[in-house]
């Protein structure tokens, strides 16, 4: 395998080096903007297209080979992808001739089809009518069959209807990735290219407590991060702050007038949205207090060392409070206000103009990038900055400062003009290139209250976040007091408990959701007991947790038996549920490339839902009349261990803490 990886490799390295030939030899290809004007040449055409296919053959190869590696080292693999790749092998042996072929692999959606089924029978078919080859589906689900490489993973492959390829497991396979985990636990499966990357997500303004509306990019932007590092990706996760620009002028002045003495005692300034709206009625009202406000702002960008320290006191009192919150919502971020950026800017701005790249407009200097229809605006009429200049400095910093190859902006749906300006335009600049690096927008809609209508107070205030989380708090109390969990609970498990389901719920009900749409926020459904909730799934894990204990089995039984019995899956709900667990590998790199992670969330509930058959149908501690032990079926308390364990990675995925006693 690795052989037919090394000449994949050569080839296409060659044939990237021939492009680069043909390409230098393109004088117009010298300015950055010619590229939008000057027609590719056929050559260059021809190769790339032959580049691209051979990358792809490399990169299924490398996956093969680390999936093999991954059975050899004790890494997760995904199933699926495993009896693609062998069908991929199967597809092109049988048929060379046949360009691209499709290999059409899913999973079955009933169980007398098998476990996957492999439709490409039929494509194929098409094809080789296209060339005046005969073509019968059967015939064709035959040959492919026949030169499937030899495998443990499989039991059986059989052909039903014109061509379908129904393909079946083998049992003994899944129970020995099983006992596998039980073992060394719930691994990634193993990454190809493992790539630095940089989130950026969260971002409220400095003098403004957080609300509502930074909820869903906090909370999105941390399970996608928990997701990457899962999978060993190294994670930069990036706080961009609004600390910077004219409100702070108004801040300081107010800071300075209010508490002459500040550079010698701090201020006492414990409620700083009172102290924003003070000052911001000063600076609509008072021409005078205006002037003085703008003055600052000068002086806050020549950073003389007075007005560095007042910025910095007011500063750190925003900070405490962000990180109150991000501490109850177990959120690590590392801080990167726009503040981080003025003095790159001033380098930015050299660097475009020295390219080329800016534009004159009615004192302003703009920058249009190629299939924009908005400008970004570098250069106010002033000379001053805006916030297209502060991401065009954060991008180039992270793209080549920082050297990650994945730049990720957890942002809400309203801004995606905007990046498509910055992306653009950093393409332009000649900082990102795709085929180097992958720059995205995670765009996710608005939080709305059950009128349908953007969450507010029944004032009509933007919610604060701190006290929806405090409601939340008071909620979760309130639920577990009507389960009477105080009389079987301690103070300290109750609290964890509390705790578990107020945060819990709130994350969840958030991520529960397809991130692109609108959803309606509403304590009453997410603290619901039954159906796709966080209270739901808590609940579940707790239970299988419980089972464990009922039957006096530690963790460290657990393990030994793990060593000597198998995981049992001979009942029909047995079967049903460890399959479902080997799924876990296939959800998460599915996630890793879409970045939706509601589908994570779906199939822990089909999970649970799954246990609670088996457990309905399956008895794991036979116990007498007189209550005590008869028997314990230890091949399904490791089913139930397992199941446990793979429900806990997933909570941890998505920031939940769950807890074994509810």
């Known amino acids: 395998m690795a052989d037919f990886i090394s000449a994949y490799a050569a080839r296409a390295t060659q044939a990237e080096a021939d492009i680069k030939t043909l390409e230098s030899q393109i004088m117009a290809l010298k300015n950055p903007n010619a590229t939008l004007l000057v027609d590719i040449p056929p050559e260059i055409a021809k190769l790339k297209a032959e580049q691209e296919k051979l990358k792809y053959q490399r990169n299924i190869l490398a996956r093969k080979l680390a999936e093999e590696e991954a059975l050899s080292t004790g890494h997760m693999i995904s199933i699926q ?71 443990d993973v499989l039991s059986k492959v059989e052909i039903a209807g014109p061509g379908f390829i129904n393909v079946f497991l083998n049992p003994s396979f899944v129970s020995q990735v099983l006992d596998d985990m039980l073992v060394n636990g719930v691994r990634p499966p193993i990454v190809c290219e493992k790539k630095h990357v940089c989130v950026d997500l969260s971002s409220p303004n400095v003098a403004k407590e957080m609300h509502v509306g930074h909820l869903r990019s906090t909370i999105i932007g941390d399970s996608i991060c928990r997701l990457l590092e899962f999978l060993g990706h190294d994670v930069l996760r990036l706080n961009h702050v609004g600390d910077w620009g004219t409100q702070f002028g108004m801040l300081i002045a107010h800071l300075m007038e209010k508490f002459p003495d500040y550079l010698k005692v701090s201020p006492p300034i414990s409620d700083l949205q009172a102290f924003y709206k003070e000052s911001k009625v000063r600076f609509d009202a008072d021409p005078e207090f205006k002037k003085r406000a703008y003055q600052c702002v000068v002086q806050l960008q020549s950073k003389e060392s007075n007005i560095i320290k007042a910025w910095k006191m007011i500063c750190a009192v925003s900070r405490r409070d962000f990180e109150r919150i991000y501490e109850r919502l177990d959120v690590k971020l590392v801080e990167r206000g726009e503040s981080f950026y003025q003095d790159m800017m001033i380098e930015v701005v050299k660097e475009l103009e020295q390219k080329g790249l800016l534009q004159e407009d009615d004192g302003r200097k703009i920058m249009f990038p190629p299939e924009c229809t908005i400008p970004l605006t570098v250069v106010k009429s002033d000379g001053g900055y805006t916030y297209d200049t502060s991401d065009l400095a954060a991008i180039r910093n992270r793209l080549l400062d920082e050297q990650c190859n994945w730049l990720i902006y957890v942002v809400d749906n309203g801004q995606s003009i905007h990046f498509d300006g910055i992306f653009a335009s950093a393409r332009m600049a000649g900082w990102y290139n795709p085929s180097v690096a992958k720059v995205e927008h995670v765009g996710f809609g608005v939080v709305l209250g059950e009128d349908k209508k953007k969450f507010k107070t029944r004032s009509g205030d933007t919610v604060k976040l701190s006290d929806l ?44 959701h397809c991130r692109t749409n609108d959803y309606v926020f509403s304590f009453d459904k997410m603290l619901e007991d039954k159906g796709n909730t966080a209270v739901y799934l808590l609940y579940a894990y707790t239970r299988i947790k419980s089972i464990a204990r009922s039957a006096n089995v530690d963790r460290a039984a657990i393990e030994q038996a793990a060593q000597s019995t198998s995981v049992s899956l001979d009942h029909q709900k047995e079967w049903k549920l460890g399959k479902a667990l080997l799924q876990f590998p296939e959800i998460v790199i599915k996630i890793s490339e879409d970045l939706l992670i509601h589908s994570l969330c779906e199939y822990m509930y089909e999970l649970a839902t799954s246990f609670s058959e088996f457990y309905d149908s399956c008895y794991c501690i036979e116990k007498g009349a007189d209550g005590r032990i008869k028997s314990i079926n230890m091949g399904r308390i490791l089913l139930c261990e397992a199941t446990a364990m793979v429900l806990e990675q997933c909570f941890n995925i998505l920031g939940i803490q769950p807890v074994e006693k509810m």
């Open 469 to 512: 989380l405090d409601e939340g708090l008071r909620r979760a109390a309130e639920k577990l007091k009507e389960k009477e969990r105080e009389k079987v609970l301690t103070a300290e498990e109750l609290k964890s408990a509390q705790e578990a389901v107020a945060f819990g719920c709130i994350k969840y009900a958030d991520l529960s």
């Open 81 to 151: 992808l495993y009896v693609q790749d062998l069908f991929w092998v199967a597809i092109h042996n049988a048929f060379p001739d046949v360009k691209d072929p499709a290999v059409m692999v899913q999973q079955s959606t009933q169980e007398k089809f098998g476990d996957y089924q492999c439709n490409s029978a039929m494509p194929i078919s098409q094809a080789l009518k296209k060339q005046g080859k005969k073509a019968v589906p059967s015939e064709i689900a035959e040959a492919i069959i026949k030169d499937l490489p030899e495998n």
